[in-house]
Protein backbone atom coordinates (compact mmCIF):
# COMPACT_ATOMS: atom_id res chain seq x y z
CA UNK A 1 0.00 0.00 0.00
CA UNK A 2 2.72 2.25 -1.11
CA UNK A 3 1.40 5.97 -1.79
CA UNK A 4 3.75 7.90 -3.01
CA UNK A 5 3.09 11.78 -2.58
CA UNK A 6 6.17 14.21 -3.16
CA UNK A 7 4.66 17.53 -1.85
CA UNK A 8 7.93 19.55 -1.38
CA UNK A 9 7.25 22.66 0.39
CA UNK A 10 9.28 25.86 -1.33
CA UNK A 11 12.19 27.54 -0.04
CA UNK A 12 11.27 30.30 2.02
CA UNK A 13 12.91 33.30 0.62
CA UNK A 14 13.89 34.95 3.90
CA UNK A 15 14.92 34.03 7.41
CA UNK A 16 12.19 36.98 7.89
CA UNK A 17 10.91 36.76 11.81
CA UNK A 18 8.52 38.54 13.30
CA UNK A 19 9.19 38.83 16.74
CA UNK A 20 10.38 35.41 17.55
CA UNK A 21 13.43 34.69 20.04
CA UNK A 22 14.04 34.64 23.40
CA UNK A 23 12.29 37.28 25.09
CA UNK A 24 8.96 37.41 22.91
CA UNK A 25 5.37 36.56 23.32
CA UNK A 26 4.70 33.23 23.20
CA UNK A 27 2.32 32.36 19.90
CA UNK A 28 4.68 35.01 17.97
CA UNK A 29 6.64 33.49 14.89
CA UNK A 30 9.04 33.37 12.79
CA UNK A 31 10.00 31.62 9.65
CA UNK A 32 13.33 30.00 7.64
CA UNK A 33 14.41 27.99 5.09
CA UNK A 34 15.67 24.65 5.73
CA UNK A 35 16.47 22.19 2.62
CA UNK A 36 13.22 22.58 1.18
CA UNK A 37 11.01 22.66 4.48
CA UNK A 38 10.16 25.70 5.91
CA UNK A 39 10.37 25.63 9.44
CA UNK A 40 8.86 28.14 11.70
CA UNK A 41 10.59 29.28 15.11
CA UNK A 42 7.43 29.21 17.53
CA UNK A 43 7.76 31.16 20.70
CA UNK A 44 6.48 29.52 23.92
CA UNK A 45 7.45 30.02 27.55
CA UNK A 46 8.54 27.10 30.03
CA UNK A 47 5.32 25.16 31.83
CA UNK A 48 6.35 24.05 35.56
CA UNK A 49 6.22 20.25 36.49
CA UNK A 50 6.97 18.66 32.90
CA UNK A 51 9.22 16.17 34.88
CA UNK A 52 9.03 11.96 34.07
CA UNK A 53 7.87 9.14 36.24
CA UNK A 54 8.33 5.63 36.14
CA UNK A 55 7.28 5.70 32.57
CA UNK A 56 7.32 8.53 30.87
CA UNK A 57 5.09 11.77 31.28
CA UNK A 58 1.70 11.24 32.32
CA UNK A 59 -0.75 13.96 33.03
CA UNK A 60 -4.13 14.88 32.81
CA UNK A 61 -5.35 14.84 28.59
CA UNK A 62 -6.83 18.31 28.99
CA UNK A 63 -3.30 19.37 30.51
CA UNK A 64 -1.23 18.15 27.54
CA UNK A 65 -3.87 18.99 24.82
CA UNK A 66 -3.87 23.03 25.95
CA UNK A 67 -1.17 25.54 24.64
CA UNK A 68 2.23 24.34 23.73
CA UNK A 69 1.92 21.61 26.79
CA UNK A 70 3.06 18.61 24.77
CA UNK A 71 5.27 21.18 22.07
CA UNK A 72 7.48 22.16 24.74
CA UNK A 73 7.89 19.06 26.25
CA UNK A 74 9.34 17.22 22.26
CA UNK A 75 11.26 20.27 21.70
CA UNK A 76 12.88 19.74 25.43
CA UNK A 77 13.73 16.27 24.33
CA UNK A 78 15.26 17.45 20.61
CA UNK A 79 17.16 19.65 22.63
CA UNK A 80 18.51 17.18 24.65
CA UNK A 81 19.29 14.55 22.43
CA UNK A 82 22.78 14.81 20.98
CA UNK A 83 22.59 16.68 17.59
CA UNK A 84 24.17 13.81 16.04
CA UNK A 85 21.56 11.43 16.83
CA UNK A 86 18.47 13.44 15.60
CA UNK A 87 19.88 15.29 12.17
CA UNK A 88 18.79 13.27 9.45
CA UNK A 89 17.99 10.39 11.50
CA UNK A 90 14.76 8.02 11.61
CA UNK A 91 12.42 7.94 14.42
CA UNK A 92 9.34 6.07 15.38
CA UNK A 93 6.17 7.14 16.06
CA UNK A 94 2.76 5.54 17.21
CA UNK A 95 0.50 5.08 20.67
CA UNK A 96 -2.55 3.18 22.32
CA UNK A 97 -4.92 5.03 20.15
CA UNK A 98 -6.36 7.00 23.02
CA UNK A 99 -7.88 10.58 23.10
CA UNK A 100 -5.61 13.34 21.54
CA UNK A 101 -2.84 10.72 20.23
CA UNK A 102 -4.32 11.70 16.45
CA UNK A 103 -3.65 15.84 17.23
CA UNK A 104 -0.77 14.93 18.79
CA UNK A 105 0.79 12.89 16.34
CA UNK A 106 0.74 15.54 13.90
CA UNK A 107 2.30 18.21 16.59
CA UNK A 108 5.35 15.20 16.68
CA UNK A 109 6.08 15.00 12.81
CA UNK A 110 5.99 19.05 12.69
CA UNK A 111 8.44 19.36 15.57
CA UNK A 112 10.29 16.37 14.24
CA UNK A 113 10.63 17.14 10.66
CA UNK A 114 11.26 21.29 12.42
CA UNK A 115 14.59 19.66 14.12
CA UNK A 116 16.49 17.80 11.60
CA UNK A 117 14.79 14.55 11.56
CA UNK A 118 14.47 12.83 7.82
CA UNK A 119 11.82 10.16 8.74
CA UNK A 120 9.58 9.07 10.56
CA UNK A 121 7.39 5.67 10.64
CA UNK A 122 4.33 6.09 11.74
CA UNK A 123 2.04 3.28 12.78
CA UNK A 124 -1.40 3.71 10.70
CA UNK A 125 -4.19 5.48 12.64
CA UNK A 126 -1.14 6.11 14.83
CA UNK A 127 -1.53 2.84 16.22
CA UNK A 128 1.62 1.28 18.11
CA UNK A 129 1.47 -1.15 21.10
CA UNK A 130 4.46 -0.08 23.23
CA UNK A 131 6.30 -3.60 22.34
CA UNK A 132 5.64 -3.29 18.97
CA UNK A 133 6.77 0.56 19.15
CA UNK A 134 10.02 -1.11 20.17
CA UNK A 135 10.31 -3.76 17.99
CA UNK A 136 9.67 -1.26 15.02
CA UNK A 137 12.67 1.01 16.65
CA UNK A 138 14.89 -2.24 16.14
CA UNK A 139 13.65 -3.43 12.82
CA UNK A 140 13.99 0.12 11.24
CA UNK A 141 17.57 0.73 12.92
CA UNK A 142 15.50 4.11 13.90
CA UNK A 143 17.41 6.70 16.38
CA UNK A 144 14.26 6.29 18.64
CA UNK A 145 10.42 6.74 19.02
CA UNK A 146 7.61 8.01 20.50
CA UNK A 147 5.21 6.65 22.09
CA UNK A 148 2.09 8.19 23.18
CA UNK A 149 0.48 6.50 25.95
CA UNK A 150 -0.39 6.70 29.78
CA UNK A 151 -0.33 2.97 29.96
CA UNK A 152 -3.07 1.89 31.73
CA UNK A 153 -4.25 4.71 32.95
CA UNK A 154 -8.20 5.64 31.92
CA UNK A 155 -8.47 7.68 28.31
CA UNK A 156 -10.59 10.45 26.66
CA UNK A 157 -11.02 14.57 27.37
CA UNK A 158 -11.31 14.15 31.14
CA UNK A 159 -8.88 11.32 31.93
CA UNK A 160 -5.10 10.77 30.88
CA UNK A 161 -2.64 11.23 28.62
CA UNK A 162 0.87 10.48 28.21
CA UNK A 163 4.18 10.81 26.17
CA UNK A 164 7.45 8.68 26.30
CA UNK A 165 10.85 8.35 24.21
CA UNK A 166 12.31 4.61 23.46
CA UNK A 167 15.88 5.36 22.62
CA UNK A 168 17.52 3.23 19.25
CA UNK A 169 17.60 -0.12 21.57
CA UNK A 170 14.13 0.44 21.79
CA UNK A 171 14.20 0.74 25.47
CA UNK A 172 12.62 3.78 27.43
CA UNK A 173 15.04 6.90 28.10
CA UNK A 174 17.14 6.03 31.03
CA UNK A 175 17.58 8.52 33.57
CA UNK A 176 19.79 10.62 32.44
CA UNK A 177 18.10 11.59 29.18
CA UNK A 178 14.72 12.30 30.72
CA UNK A 179 16.74 14.21 33.56
CA UNK A 180 17.90 16.21 30.40
CA UNK A 181 14.86 17.02 28.84
CA UNK A 182 13.40 17.74 32.29
CA UNK A 183 16.31 20.85 32.48
CA UNK A 184 15.34 21.76 28.83
CA UNK A 185 11.33 22.13 29.75
CA UNK A 186 12.68 24.96 32.55
CA UNK A 187 14.19 26.88 29.62
CA UNK A 188 12.61 25.96 26.38
CA UNK A 189 11.59 29.15 24.65
CA UNK A 190 11.49 28.37 20.85
CA UNK A 191 9.57 25.38 18.83
CA UNK A 192 11.01 25.01 15.82
CA UNK A 193 7.68 23.49 13.87
CA UNK A 194 7.83 22.72 10.12
CA UNK A 195 5.12 24.07 8.18
CA UNK A 196 3.88 21.36 6.39
CA UNK A 197 0.06 20.20 5.98
CA UNK A 198 -1.29 17.30 8.43
CA UNK A 199 -0.34 14.13 6.98
CA UNK A 200 -2.99 11.50 6.50
CA UNK A 201 -2.45 8.49 8.77
CA UNK A 202 -5.00 6.33 8.09
CA UNK A 203 -3.38 4.66 4.98
CA UNK A 204 -0.06 3.18 4.78
CA UNK A 205 2.40 4.64 2.27
CA UNK A 206 4.96 7.41 2.29
CA UNK A 207 4.44 11.38 1.96
CA UNK A 208 7.43 13.69 1.29
CA UNK A 209 7.87 16.81 2.22
CA UNK A 210 11.43 17.69 0.48
CA UNK A 211 14.00 15.88 2.49
CA UNK A 212 11.54 15.32 4.68
CA UNK A 213 9.39 12.21 5.19
CA UNK A 214 6.65 10.27 6.94
CA UNK A 215 5.92 6.51 6.27
CA UNK A 216 2.69 5.38 7.47
CA UNK A 217 2.92 1.33 8.74
CA UNK A 218 0.99 -1.49 9.28
CA UNK A 219 1.06 -1.61 13.14
CA UNK A 220 1.39 -5.18 13.33
CA UNK A 221 3.71 -6.33 10.51
CA UNK A 222 7.29 -6.28 12.18
CA UNK A 223 5.82 -7.13 15.36
CA UNK A 224 4.29 -10.42 14.36
CA UNK A 225 7.54 -11.15 12.38
CA UNK A 226 9.73 -11.34 15.24
CA UNK A 227 7.07 -12.99 17.15
CA UNK A 228 7.09 -15.48 14.38
CA UNK A 229 11.17 -15.69 15.08
CA UNK A 230 10.63 -15.86 19.15
CA UNK A 231 8.01 -18.71 19.27
CA UNK A 232 6.71 -22.06 17.67
CA UNK A 233 3.64 -20.71 15.79
CA UNK A 234 2.73 -24.48 14.42
CA UNK A 235 3.10 -25.86 18.26
CA UNK A 236 0.96 -22.47 19.58
CA UNK A 237 -1.56 -23.33 16.45
CA UNK A 238 -1.84 -27.11 17.06
CA UNK A 239 -3.23 -26.14 20.93
CA UNK A 240 -5.29 -23.02 19.41
CA UNK A 241 -7.00 -25.39 17.39
CA UNK A 242 -8.11 -27.97 19.75
CA UNK A 243 -11.47 -28.79 20.09
CA UNK A 244 -11.14 -29.18 23.72
CA UNK A 245 -9.37 -26.11 24.11
CA UNK A 246 -11.09 -22.98 24.97
CA UNK A 247 -9.03 -19.13 25.41
CA UNK A 248 -10.48 -15.89 26.37
CA UNK A 249 -8.30 -12.60 25.80
CA UNK A 250 -9.42 -9.52 26.64
CA UNK A 251 -8.45 -6.46 24.80
CA UNK A 252 -10.32 -4.13 27.58
CA UNK A 253 -10.83 -1.50 24.13
CA UNK A 254 -7.13 -0.55 24.14
CA UNK A 255 -4.58 -1.17 21.44
CA UNK A 256 -4.46 -4.65 21.70
CA UNK A 257 -7.42 -5.44 20.17
CA UNK A 258 -5.21 -4.21 17.07
CA UNK A 259 -2.81 -7.08 17.49
CA UNK A 260 -5.25 -10.22 19.01
CA UNK A 261 -7.09 -10.73 15.75
CA UNK A 262 -4.32 -10.53 13.54
CA UNK A 263 -2.21 -12.72 15.75
CA UNK A 264 -4.56 -15.31 17.61
CA UNK A 265 -7.29 -15.34 15.30
CA UNK A 266 -6.05 -14.75 11.97
CA UNK A 267 -2.55 -16.59 12.51
CA UNK A 268 -3.00 -18.63 15.19
CA UNK A 269 -6.26 -19.91 14.42
CA UNK A 270 -8.05 -18.97 17.70
CA UNK A 271 -11.86 -19.39 17.64
CA UNK A 272 -13.11 -15.38 16.69
CA UNK A 273 -14.70 -15.51 19.96
CA UNK A 274 -11.90 -15.43 22.03
CA UNK A 275 -11.12 -12.09 21.46
CA UNK A 276 -13.28 -9.42 23.65
CA UNK A 277 -13.17 -6.09 23.76
CA UNK A 278 -10.99 -6.46 20.98
CA UNK A 279 -11.62 -2.46 19.21
CA UNK A 280 -9.67 -0.10 20.06
CA UNK A 281 -11.52 3.04 21.36
CA UNK A 282 -10.26 7.15 22.19
CA UNK A 283 -11.50 6.22 25.69
CA UNK A 284 -11.37 2.71 26.39
CA UNK A 285 -15.27 2.64 26.05
CA UNK A 286 -14.92 4.39 29.77
CA UNK A 287 -12.73 1.19 31.08
CA UNK A 288 -10.05 1.39 32.99
CA UNK A 289 -7.58 -0.93 31.06
CA UNK A 290 -5.60 -1.79 33.48
CA UNK A 291 -5.55 -5.97 33.73
CA UNK A 292 -5.60 -6.91 37.85
CA UNK A 293 -8.37 -8.31 39.10
CA UNK A 294 -9.92 -5.38 39.95
CA UNK A 295 -10.48 -3.66 36.79
CA UNK A 296 -10.91 -6.40 33.93
CA UNK A 297 -13.56 -7.42 35.79
CA UNK A 298 -15.21 -8.98 33.17
CA UNK A 299 -12.79 -11.54 32.32
CA UNK A 300 -12.52 -12.25 35.75
CA UNK A 301 -15.88 -13.20 36.28
CA UNK A 302 -16.14 -15.63 33.15
CA UNK A 303 -12.62 -17.22 34.26
CA UNK A 304 -14.46 -17.99 37.48
CA UNK A 305 -17.48 -19.62 36.38
CA UNK A 306 -18.07 -22.70 36.23
CA UNK A 307 -17.92 -22.70 32.57
CA UNK A 308 -14.66 -21.41 32.57
CA UNK A 309 -12.29 -21.00 29.58
CA UNK A 310 -8.84 -22.90 29.72
CA UNK A 311 -6.97 -19.83 30.04
CA UNK A 312 -7.71 -16.18 30.30
CA UNK A 313 -5.50 -13.45 29.54
CA UNK A 314 -6.16 -9.68 29.37
CA UNK A 315 -3.80 -6.86 28.35
CA UNK A 316 -3.67 -3.10 29.12
CA UNK A 317 -3.80 0.30 27.23
CA UNK A 318 -0.42 0.06 25.44
CA UNK A 319 -0.36 -3.69 25.27
CA UNK A 320 2.63 -4.01 27.84
CA UNK A 321 1.06 -5.54 30.68
CA UNK A 322 -0.56 -8.58 31.04
CA UNK A 323 -2.96 -10.61 33.20
CA UNK A 324 -3.08 -14.52 32.88
CA UNK A 325 -5.55 -16.77 34.18
CA UNK A 326 -6.58 -20.27 34.47
CA UNK A 327 -10.03 -22.30 35.12
CA UNK A 328 -11.26 -20.90 38.29
CA UNK A 329 -7.33 -19.83 39.13
CA UNK A 330 -5.18 -16.26 38.73
CA UNK A 331 -1.35 -16.39 38.65
CA UNK A 332 0.43 -13.63 40.39
CA UNK A 333 3.11 -11.46 37.46
CA UNK A 334 5.62 -13.17 39.87
CA UNK A 335 4.57 -16.16 39.56
CA UNK A 336 4.46 -16.16 35.95
CA UNK A 337 7.23 -14.78 35.02
CA UNK A 338 9.15 -17.32 37.05
CA UNK A 339 7.25 -19.64 35.46
CA UNK A 340 8.07 -18.77 31.98
CA UNK A 341 11.78 -18.35 32.70
CA UNK A 342 11.51 -22.08 34.24
CA UNK A 343 10.02 -23.30 30.84
CA UNK A 344 11.37 -21.34 28.50
CA UNK A 345 14.13 -23.26 27.17
CA UNK A 346 12.06 -25.94 26.71
CA UNK A 347 8.94 -24.30 25.26
CA UNK A 348 10.04 -21.42 23.74
CA UNK A 349 12.62 -21.90 20.35
CA UNK A 350 14.35 -18.23 21.08
CA UNK A 351 15.41 -19.43 24.30
CA UNK A 352 16.97 -23.16 23.00
CA UNK A 353 20.33 -22.61 23.73
CA UNK A 354 19.94 -21.42 27.14
CA UNK A 355 18.93 -18.02 29.29
CA UNK A 356 21.48 -15.55 29.71
CA UNK A 357 20.10 -14.29 32.92
CA UNK A 358 17.09 -13.47 34.68
CA UNK A 359 16.00 -10.32 36.74
CA UNK A 360 12.87 -8.96 38.73
CA UNK A 361 12.31 -5.48 40.00
CA UNK A 362 12.59 -5.18 43.51
CA UNK A 363 9.02 -5.29 44.81
CA UNK A 364 8.30 -8.19 42.45
CA UNK A 365 8.50 -11.59 44.72
CA UNK A 366 11.38 -13.61 44.84
CA UNK A 367 10.55 -16.68 42.83
CA UNK A 368 12.38 -15.72 39.85
CA UNK A 369 15.34 -15.81 41.86
CA UNK A 370 14.92 -19.11 42.76
CA UNK A 371 14.40 -20.37 39.39
CA UNK A 372 17.60 -18.63 38.72
CA UNK A 373 19.43 -20.59 41.44
CA UNK A 374 18.30 -23.69 39.77
CA UNK A 375 19.51 -23.15 36.32
CA UNK A 376 22.61 -21.82 37.47
CA UNK A 377 21.85 -18.10 36.19
CA UNK A 378 22.21 -14.53 37.25
CA UNK A 379 19.12 -12.92 38.97
CA UNK A 380 19.25 -9.13 38.62
CA UNK A 381 17.04 -7.00 41.16
CA UNK A 382 16.55 -3.62 39.80
CA UNK A 383 14.17 -0.48 40.82
CA UNK A 384 10.78 -0.31 39.49
CA UNK A 385 10.74 0.69 35.59
CA UNK A 386 11.38 -1.48 32.68
CA UNK A 387 13.77 1.09 31.82
CA UNK A 388 16.02 -0.48 34.17
CA UNK A 389 16.43 -4.06 32.14
CA UNK A 390 17.89 -2.69 28.74
CA UNK A 391 21.40 -2.17 29.96
CA UNK A 392 20.95 -5.85 31.09
CA UNK A 393 19.43 -7.07 28.30
CA UNK A 394 22.12 -4.77 26.51
CA UNK A 395 25.28 -6.10 27.77
CA UNK A 396 23.88 -9.64 27.33
CA UNK A 397 23.42 -10.83 30.56
CA UNK A 398 19.61 -10.65 30.83
CA UNK A 399 17.19 -13.13 28.52
CA UNK A 400 13.74 -13.09 30.90
CA UNK A 401 12.77 -10.40 33.50
CA UNK A 402 9.38 -9.30 34.90
CA UNK A 403 7.90 -6.95 37.34
CA UNK A 404 4.93 -7.80 40.08
CA UNK A 405 2.87 -4.59 37.70
CA UNK A 406 1.94 -6.84 35.28
CA UNK A 407 5.08 -6.75 33.32
CA UNK A 408 6.69 -9.36 31.58
CA UNK A 409 9.24 -9.53 28.95
CA UNK A 410 12.45 -10.82 27.03
CA UNK A 411 15.22 -9.30 25.53
CA UNK A 412 13.67 -10.08 22.02
CA UNK A 413 12.45 -6.02 22.71
CA UNK A 414 13.34 -3.77 24.84
CA UNK A 415 9.72 -3.56 26.84
CA UNK A 416 7.74 -5.59 28.84
CA UNK A 417 5.10 -7.04 26.27
CA UNK A 418 1.62 -8.44 26.94
CA UNK A 419 1.16 -10.66 23.96
CA UNK A 420 4.79 -12.15 24.32
CA UNK A 421 3.53 -13.09 27.57
CA UNK A 422 0.53 -14.35 26.14
CA UNK A 423 2.15 -16.74 23.73
CA UNK A 424 4.68 -17.45 26.62
CA UNK A 425 1.99 -18.86 28.35
CA UNK A 426 0.04 -20.74 25.10
CA UNK A 427 3.38 -22.29 23.93
CA UNK A 428 3.83 -23.89 27.48
CA UNK A 429 0.42 -25.08 27.48
CA UNK A 430 0.85 -26.40 23.97
CA UNK A 431 4.10 -28.78 25.01
CA UNK A 432 2.39 -30.13 27.84
CA UNK A 433 -0.61 -30.98 26.45
CA UNK A 434 1.20 -31.88 22.79
CA UNK A 435 0.75 -35.71 23.70
CA UNK A 436 -2.69 -35.44 25.80
CA UNK A 437 -5.34 -36.44 23.39
CA UNK A 438 -8.29 -34.68 22.52
CA UNK A 439 -10.79 -34.87 24.94
CA UNK A 440 -8.13 -36.60 27.45
CA UNK A 441 -7.35 -34.98 30.52
CA UNK A 442 -5.31 -31.59 29.96
CA UNK A 443 -2.73 -30.16 31.68
CA UNK A 444 -3.78 -26.72 33.32
CA UNK A 445 -2.36 -23.43 34.11
CA UNK A 446 -3.41 -24.04 38.22
CA UNK A 447 -1.46 -27.58 37.61
CA UNK A 448 1.68 -25.93 35.89
CA UNK A 449 1.49 -23.55 38.69
CA UNK A 450 1.20 -25.87 41.82
CA UNK A 451 3.88 -27.98 40.23
CA UNK A 452 6.24 -25.12 39.74
CA UNK A 453 5.57 -24.30 43.66
CA UNK A 454 5.93 -27.85 44.68
CA UNK A 455 9.75 -27.45 42.76
CA UNK A 456 11.07 -24.35 43.57
CA UNK A 457 8.56 -23.17 47.04
CA UNK A 458 6.02 -20.66 47.14
CA UNK A 459 6.58 -16.97 47.54
CA UNK A 460 3.02 -15.75 48.71
CA UNK A 461 2.65 -12.17 47.01
CA UNK A 462 0.21 -9.44 47.58
CA UNK A 463 0.06 -5.55 47.00
CA UNK A 464 -2.52 -2.96 48.09
CA UNK A 465 -2.66 0.23 45.75
CA UNK A 466 -4.02 3.14 47.86
CA UNK A 467 -5.21 5.23 44.38
CA UNK A 468 -6.43 8.95 44.44
CA UNK A 469 -4.49 10.01 47.76
CA UNK A 470 -3.63 13.31 49.03
CA UNK A 471 0.55 14.04 47.84
CA UNK A 472 1.67 15.80 51.34
CA UNK A 473 0.65 13.07 54.05
CA UNK A 474 1.80 10.30 51.27
CA UNK A 475 5.49 11.37 51.36
CA UNK A 476 5.60 12.12 55.42
CA UNK A 477 4.39 8.53 55.45
CA UNK A 478 7.18 7.63 53.29
CA UNK A 479 9.51 9.84 55.34
CA UNK A 480 8.62 8.68 58.82
CA UNK A 481 9.41 5.09 57.32
CA UNK A 482 12.20 5.83 56.04
CA UNK A 483 13.24 7.49 59.29
CA UNK A 484 11.68 3.87 61.23
CA UNK A 485 14.32 1.70 58.23
CA UNK A 486 17.22 3.64 59.42
CA UNK A 487 16.49 3.13 62.91
CA UNK A 488 16.35 -0.44 62.84
CA UNK A 489 18.52 -3.02 63.81
CA UNK A 490 18.92 -6.80 62.71
CA UNK A 491 17.42 -8.90 65.26
CA UNK A 492 14.39 -6.45 66.09
CA UNK A 493 11.06 -8.25 66.38
CA UNK A 494 8.11 -7.44 64.55
CA UNK A 495 5.71 -9.93 66.11
CA UNK A 496 7.04 -13.74 64.84
CA UNK A 497 8.95 -12.09 62.44
CA UNK A 498 12.98 -11.47 62.81
CA UNK A 499 14.13 -8.23 61.47
CA UNK A 500 17.07 -9.43 59.06
CA UNK A 501 18.06 -5.47 57.27
CA UNK A 502 15.24 -2.31 56.51
CA UNK A 503 16.51 0.49 54.47
CA UNK A 504 15.92 2.56 51.59
CA UNK A 505 16.47 0.53 48.63
CA UNK A 506 18.85 1.99 45.51
CA UNK A 507 20.48 0.33 42.92
CA UNK A 508 23.78 0.87 41.00
CA UNK A 509 23.72 -0.30 37.50
CA UNK A 510 26.24 -2.85 36.66
CA UNK A 511 26.72 -2.12 33.22
CA UNK A 512 27.15 2.00 33.48
CA UNK A 513 27.67 2.75 37.08
CA UNK A 514 24.39 5.07 37.28
CA UNK A 515 22.97 5.02 40.68
CA UNK A 516 18.96 5.19 41.42
CA UNK A 517 18.64 6.44 45.20
CA UNK A 518 14.92 6.18 47.04
CA UNK A 519 13.59 2.98 45.45
CA UNK A 520 11.09 2.11 47.99
CA UNK A 521 11.20 1.31 51.94
CA UNK A 522 11.30 -1.92 52.54
CA UNK A 523 11.72 -3.76 55.85
CA UNK A 524 13.42 -7.53 54.97
CA UNK A 525 13.47 -10.27 57.88
CA UNK A 526 14.99 -13.42 58.67
CA UNK A 527 13.20 -15.94 56.62
CA UNK A 528 13.29 -14.21 53.73
CA UNK A 529 9.63 -12.32 54.32
CA UNK A 530 9.30 -8.53 53.35
CA UNK A 531 6.92 -5.60 53.42
CA UNK A 532 7.74 -2.72 50.83
CA UNK A 533 6.53 0.37 50.74
CA UNK A 534 7.03 3.35 47.75
CA UNK A 535 4.54 5.53 46.18
CA UNK A 536 3.62 5.08 42.61
CA UNK A 537 5.43 7.30 39.91
CA UNK A 538 2.75 6.29 37.17
CA UNK A 539 0.10 8.37 38.31
CA UNK A 540 -1.22 11.69 36.68
CA UNK A 541 -2.50 13.54 39.95
CA UNK A 542 -2.58 12.99 43.42
CA UNK A 543 -0.94 9.98 45.20
CA UNK A 544 -0.88 6.19 44.97
CA UNK A 545 0.58 4.36 47.85
CA UNK A 546 1.79 0.84 47.07
CA UNK A 547 2.55 -1.80 49.68
CA UNK A 548 4.33 -4.96 48.79
CA UNK A 549 3.77 -8.09 50.86
CA UNK A 550 5.94 -11.37 50.29
CA UNK A 551 6.62 -14.42 52.80
CA UNK A 552 7.99 -18.18 51.31
CA UNK A 553 6.78 -21.44 51.95
CA UNK A 554 8.35 -24.20 51.65
CA UNK A 555 5.70 -26.77 52.57
CA UNK A 556 3.27 -28.31 49.69
CA UNK A 557 0.80 -29.14 52.59
CA UNK A 558 0.69 -24.85 53.12
CA UNK A 559 1.19 -23.61 49.33
CA UNK A 560 -3.00 -23.92 49.00
CA UNK A 561 -3.88 -21.30 51.32
CA UNK A 562 -5.31 -18.10 49.83
CA UNK A 563 -2.57 -15.35 49.78
CA UNK A 564 -4.65 -12.80 51.98
CA UNK A 565 -5.13 -15.21 55.17
CA UNK A 566 -1.30 -16.50 54.00
CA UNK A 567 0.31 -12.88 54.19
CA UNK A 568 -2.64 -11.54 56.89
CA UNK A 569 -0.19 -11.45 59.77
CA UNK A 570 2.44 -9.67 58.05
CA UNK A 571 -0.06 -7.05 56.16
CA UNK A 572 -1.35 -6.22 60.10
CA UNK A 573 2.22 -5.27 61.08
CA UNK A 574 3.03 -3.46 57.72
CA UNK A 575 0.15 -1.45 58.40
CA UNK A 576 0.92 -0.21 61.81
CA UNK A 577 4.67 0.13 61.24
CA UNK A 578 3.72 2.59 58.58
CA UNK A 579 0.44 4.10 60.55
CA UNK A 580 -0.73 3.94 56.74
CA UNK A 581 -4.56 4.78 57.87
CA UNK A 582 -3.15 7.34 60.05
CA UNK A 583 -1.26 9.30 57.15
CA UNK A 584 -3.65 8.37 54.79
CA UNK A 585 -7.28 8.71 55.91
CA UNK A 586 -7.71 5.45 54.05
CA UNK A 587 -8.80 2.48 56.10
CA UNK A 588 -8.93 -0.16 52.97
CA UNK A 589 -6.93 -0.16 49.18
CA UNK A 590 -8.26 0.33 45.65
CA UNK A 591 -7.04 -2.34 44.52
CA UNK A 592 -5.83 -5.83 46.15
CA UNK A 593 -3.67 -7.71 43.89
C1 LIG B 1 5.22 1.40 34.31
C2 LIG B 1 6.63 0.91 34.19
C3 LIG B 1 6.81 -0.35 34.96
C4 LIG B 1 6.38 -0.15 36.40
C5 LIG B 1 4.94 0.33 36.41
C6 LIG B 1 4.45 0.67 37.81
O1 LIG B 1 4.37 0.53 33.66
O2 LIG B 1 6.98 0.68 32.85
O3 LIG B 1 8.14 -0.74 34.88
O4 LIG B 1 6.49 -1.33 37.13
O5 LIG B 1 4.84 1.49 35.65
O6 LIG B 1 5.11 1.79 38.25
P1 LIG B 1 4.60 2.57 39.51
O7 LIG B 1 4.56 1.57 40.63
O8 LIG B 1 5.63 3.64 39.71
O9 LIG B 1 3.21 3.09 39.23
P2 LIG B 1 3.31 1.05 32.62
O10 LIG B 1 2.58 -0.18 32.18
O11 LIG B 1 2.46 2.01 33.38
O12 LIG B 1 4.10 1.70 31.55
Redesign the pocket.
Known amino acids: CMRACARATPLASATSARGGGKNSRAGTTKTRAMATVTVKEVATTPIEGQKT ?4 L ?1 KKAAVFSEGNYLANWVQSLFSALPRDDVEGSSMVLGGDGRWFNKEASQIILKLAAGNGVKKMYVGRDGYLC ?1 PAASAVIRAREAVGGFIM ?5 PGGPTEDWGI ?1 FNYSSGE ?1 APEKITDAIYGFTQTVDTLKMADIPDVDLSVCGVTKFGDFEVEVIDPVDDYLKLLKQVFDFDLIKSLLTRADFKMQFDAMHAITGAYAKPIFVDVLGADANSVVNGVPKEDFAGGHPDPNLTYAEELVKVMYSADAPDFGAAS ?3 G ?2 NMILGNNFFVTPSDSVAIIAANAVDCIPYFKSGLKGLAR ?1 M ?1 TAAALDRVAAGLGVECFETP ?5 FGNLMDAGRLSVCG ?5 TGADHVR ?2 DGPWAVLAWLSILAYRNEDVPVGGEKVGVEQITKEHWAKYGRNFFSRYDYEGCESDPCNAMVESLRAKAAAAKKGDKYGDYELDFADDFEYTDPIDGSVAKKQGVRFVFTDGSRFIF ?6 SSGA ?1 V ?1 MYIEQYEADPAKQGADAQDALAPLIAIALETSQLAKFTGRESPTVIT
Open positions: GTSGRTSASHNKPDGDDRSPTGWKFEESFGEKRLSGTGTR
